[in-house]
């Protein structure tokens, strides 16, 4: 061997050396690291494309061929070493600097706030109308439920729907907006309290009496009167057969509305169906001048007894159940139901403390605050009651969008309702005929509804065929200009043959909530005339666009929601007065309904006719 190459070789013994003390340099420059940064500089020194481990790599050409694998082996042992122990130490000094700024950034949530007001916060409304309702009949001797096991919001589809009598093919179905948690359609979040009637009356014997408050949930539009989390509370009691009757209910409602309004209002019931109680009953109060629905109730219907497990022919009783939202926009007059989530101070701090404390006075129409006494100041936290000018203008100045909005919104008043009914029976074509179907709202205001609040749309028939399952039935699909076709069944197989649909140009209520008939998901109706004998369908004029809204003079509104159409019933409100007239033309109250081509008629000119 020359001297050259003696001088250049080496063995691995001699590199693996240095590559171990590099290893325990490394080791130690990372435990004395105390940030991330730190430990990321020492990574790219030993690691890196100029590091310690790569350098080492160097040492290859100095040792004989049969020792260059042997050292590749050590070499990647020890950088897979350093790489994890590197990620380790990573990870512990992000969790000591989490902990590290959490201490440093830990409030003491005892501590008195510090604000400049004397107010130092309220019960929400709904709580207090909740804490209210459920101490009425505490009193009265029943047990509150609350529990997350006797009233979870994550119900089964058998207690939320078929054990309180409305089976899978019951049509009260249709009219429930439900959010699913399950592709079996099993799990849901539950839509009404009702579902806690049930748990109770399997898990506890005859007699019993319970309230029950809680959050529910429903697929409603977010509006003013609409929010698809709300609470509702409902009562139960059962007894021996004799011993709870209709007067025992009456009273017990009677009893409770007059402690929740003053004992001044007036109180009337009116017949109505829920699945689960026989007969029902809804019920008003009078209240502020006008007539308010509040709250269902009824005799529970025997087979609700008999799917908990209890005789119906030994045991019976009443139930009732209200929407403490709609009670608190009532009690307290307030059009929005927005408000109550907002945590919008200004909007708070108008009510009182405790539903007892100045309440009375407050329902009563005067200022409850007289009645109220502020708790005194802690000298060590007191702070001038009121802005100074400079500040106060900086305030007005910053948030006067917001005080114009409200102003906008609600600067009429909120018991304006007499001269909007006025000015509707006044202004054109809404005559004192149309004043009278305003209908009461869910916020105990009025609300007009005619054929604007319908969105009528010009369709073709693009396919058609026969349905499988129902006699009556044809299947369309209907272009009403939308990205999609609307699928739509219509009971026309009596009136028309299945070659005479596809093409055809129909107008289509596009703003109806799809509904499954016999099995199919229909989405809309179809607009027709019919007398006792024959069917035929509204056509809009030559030249109609497709997916053009039809009109009617006059009546110039917004189209409602599909919920809303649903909810407040505006097809029975409307229909009545959509007719054909002599010559078949289609006419609301006198009005034809229109295109920008022309006015709708019925096919073959067929006169006056209920449409439908």
Known sequence: MSEKTQENAMSISEVTAQIQSAKESFDSSLANATTIQEAEAIRVKYLGKKGVINDAMSFMRLLSPEE?????????????QMETIVTERKEE??????TSRMEEEAIDVTLPGLRKSRSFGHRHPLS?????AVDIFVKLGYDTVTDVEDSPEIENDYYCFEALNCPKDHPSRDLQDTFYLSEDLNLLLRTHTSSVQIRQLEKRKPPLRIVAP?????????DATHSMVFHQVEILAIDEIGKLHLGHLKGTVDHFLRNMFGPSIQVRYRGSFFPFT???MEVDVFFKG???????????DPAVLEKAGIDPKKYGGFAAGFGVERFAMVIHGINDIREFYKNDVRFLDQFPHFYDEGMYAFLQGEDFGKDRVLPPVDPEYAIDDEFSGEELKELKSKYAHLWEEWEQEFGAGKNDAPKKMEEAATSGPRSKETAQDAIKSDDGGSA???ISKLDIRVGVIKKAWIHEEADKLFCEEIDIGENEVRQIASGLRAHYQIEDLVGQRVLVLANLKSRKLAGFSSHGMVLCAADDSKVKFIVPPEGALVGERVVVEGYNGDPATENQVIKKKMLDVIFPDLKTNDQGIAMYKGVPLSTSAGVCAAQDKMSNCQIS
């Open 68 to 80: 260059k694998p042997k050292l590749g082996v050590v070499l990647n042992e020890i950088k897979e």
């Open 93 to 98: 000094l992000n969790l000591m600097e989490i």
């Open 128 to 132: 207090m109308t909740i804490e209210k």
């Open 214 to 222: 809680g959050r529910v949930y429903r697929k409603d539009d977010i």
């Open 278 to 280: 026989e007969p029902s």
């Open 290 to 300: 006008k007539w308010l629905e509040v709250l269902g109730c009824g005799m529970v």
């Open 448 to 450: 007009i509804i005619d």
